[in-house]
């Protein structure tokens, strides 16, 4: 199962449209794309709503399956995921989550938890922090892998669970 992960595009429809033709089985936006909900880009992406979205039509959160993961995706900005992951753990857990993916904070990251992959593509737009602007590319077979890359489709950073 591969799925290929963005967030904070905050208006550049170019990369939403470079990064969703990578391949994949599932496509998500974490949030903040300052696009309507109907846009074309979107046509085949799971997408909700960050802080910086003011189109009412996006969810607060998406809970679909990919395979056979369960992938919770949000925002972040209602989860406290600049200051830890302890909201967000908990929505994982009571949605029975196997990803979950989210932005808001600019800063690209993983985490495993209690067997749940934590994903912060970070940003495809406003990186902080002297970061190059990210998406994330999530591979679950035997292990759990996530790639970070640039926007030139260069890896950029990358880690490998093998244990969850």
């Not at 300052?34 to 909700?48: A, C, G, N």
């Not at 399956?65 to 600049?82: D, P």
């Amino acid at each position: 199962m591969k799925i290929i992960v963005m967030s904070d595009s905050h208006g550049d429809k170019e990369t939403v449209k470079a990064v969703s033709l990578q391949p994949g089985d599932g496509y998500f936006h974490c949030g903040d794309s300052e696009l309507v909900f109907t846009d074309p880009v979107f046509s085949e992406m799971h997408k909700v709503r960050g802080n910086c979205d003011f189109d009412n039509h996006f969810p607060r959160q998406s809970l679909v399956t990919v395979g056979n993961k369960k992938v919770l995706t949000v925002h972040g900005h209602e989860h406290g995921v600049k200051e830890s992951l302890t909201r967000i753990y908990y929505s994982a857990k009571e949605n029975n989550a196997d990803i979950v993916l989210f932005g808001h904070s600019h800063l690209y990251g993983t985490e495993m938890i209690d067997g749940v992959l934590f994903v912060n593509p970070g940003s495809t737009m406003q990186p902080r922090g002297g970061r190059k602007p990210t998406y994330a590319v999530v591979e679950w077979g035997e292990t759990a892998a996530v790639t970070f890359k640039d926007m030139d489709h260069n890896v950029v950073d990358s880690i490998t669970f093998k244990n969850f």
